[in-house]
C-alpha cells in the first residue's frame, strides 16, 4: 500500500489521488487536443527512454489509454494545460500522431504540481541517482525541510538521502556521465573524496577511456591522494649565505613542527631569481 505522501507533506488527499491507481478514478474524463498540453515544468526526469517510449506507444496503439493522464489548466482562454502525471503517456501518444488523449483536469498551484511530479517518479523507482537527488533537493527546499524530515516523511534514512544528494556538489562533467549512465553511482561516488574539481574531471575521463570498475577506479584516487600528500623536493641553497641558510632552515622546521601536530599541511618553495618563495596552505578543519 501506497503512503498518503500528501497529507505527509501537508497538501491534503488530492495530491495522494494523483499517486494512486488512476484506474479506479471517479473524475470525469475529457478528451483534450495533445499540441494544447504542455510537459510539467517540475518533471525531474530530464532522460525519458525512447525505446520504452516506443513500446508505450504499440501498447496504446493496440489497446487505446485506459489509464488517462492529469492535467491543470494554465490558461483558460487559450485553453492550454499543463501536466500533473502522466508524461510518459502523453510523449507516447504524441508520438503515434493522435490528435485528442484523454484527461482529468485538477485544479491544482505550482507547489501541489512539482509535489505530484516528484514524489510519483521517486516512487516509480526509475530515476538516475542525479534525478533523485535534484528531487530531493527540490523537496526539501518547497516544503522547508531538514534532509533528517524529508528521510522521515519517505520512509528512507538519512544517509540515502544525504549520500545521494552529497553527488549534486560534483562537476556537471560527471553529473551527465551518470544521467548518461557512462559511470555509474558507485564510481561518483569514489570522486567525491577527490576535493579538486580539476582532479574529478581528470579520473572522469580514466575511467571513460580506460573502461575502470569502481575497484580500479578507487585504486587510481588512492594512487593521486598518495601523490598529492609527497612532500615537495626542497630545492637546494646554491651560492646563499649563512645567514640565508639558517633563515630557510628554520621557516622548514617550524613548518615540520606544525606539521607533527597532526595539521596536514600543503608546503611549496619556488627558487627564484630574485628571492625564495615559501606558500603554505593551513586547513581550517584536521
Known amino acids: 500500500m501506497l503512503h498518503p505522501f500528501g497529507r505527509?507533506?501537508?497538501?491534503?488527499?488530492?495530491?495522494?489521488?494523483?499517486?494512486?491507481?488512476?484506474?479506479?478514478?471517479q473524475d470525469e474524463v475529457v478528451f483534450i487536443n495533445i499540441d494544447a498540453i504542455e510537459a510539467n515544468r517540475y518533471q525531474p526526469r530530464s532522460i525519458f527512454n525512447e525505446e520504452k517510449i516506443k513500446e508505450l506507444a504499440q501498447t496504446l496503439h493496440t489497446h487505446g489509454m485506459i489509464q488517462p493522464i492529469v492535467v491543470r489548466s494554465i490558461d483558460q482562454e487559450a485553453e492550454q494545460y499543463e501536466i500533473i502525471a502522466g508524461e510518459r503517456r502523453w510523449r507516447a501518444a504524441k508520438s503515434l500522431d493522435w490528435e485528442k488523449i484523454p484527461a482529468i483536469v485538477r485544479n491544482m498551484t505550482d507547489k501541489e504540481t512539482?509535489?505530484?511530479a516528484l514524489i510519483e517518479n521517486l516512487?516509480?523507482?526509475?530515476?538516475?541517482?542525479i534525478e533523485e537527488a535534484s528531487a530531493y533537493e527540490k523537496l526539501i527546499e518547497m516544503h522547508e525541510l531538514t534532509q533528517e524530515a524529508l528521510a522521515q516523511r519517505l520512509g528512507k534514512s538519512q544517509s540515502t538521502i544525504a549520500n545521494k544528494m552529497r553527488l549534486l556538489k560534483l562537476p556537471e562533467q560527471v553529473k551527465q556521465a551518470i544521467l548518461q549512465k557512462t559511470i555509474t553511482e558507485r564510481h561518483a561516488r569514489s570522486l567525491i573524496v577527490l576535493k579538486s574539481e580539476e582532479l574529478q574531471l581528470k579520473v572522469l575521463e580514466q575511467i571513460i577511456e580506460r573502461d575502470l570498475n569502481v575497484k580500479q577506479t578507487e585504486a587510481q584516487i588512492e594512487r593521486l591522494l598518495s601523490d598529492k600528500k609527497k612532500p615537495a623536493k626542497k630545492p637546494r641553497l646554491k651560492g646563499v649565505n649563512k645567514d640565508m641558510r639558517i633563515a630557510m632552515n628554520t621557516i622548514?622546521?617550524?613548518l615540520d613542527m606544525v606539521s607533527d601536530t597532526g595539521i596536514d599541511l600543503e608546503t611549496d618553495e619556488q627558487d627564484h631569481d630574485e628571492y625564495y618563495q615559501f606558500t603554505i596552505k593551513i586547513p581550517k578543519k584536521k
Request: hydrophobic share 30%; net charge negative; no cysteine.
Open 8 to 25: 505527509i507533506f501537508g497538501l491534503g488527499d488530492k495530491v495522494d489521488d494523483e499517486i494512486e491507481d488512476q484506474g479506479n478514478y
Open 114 to 116: 512539482a509535489s505530484v
Open 123 to 129: 516512487q516509480r523507482e526509475e530515476l538516475t541517482v
Open 252 to 254: 622548514r622546521q617550524s
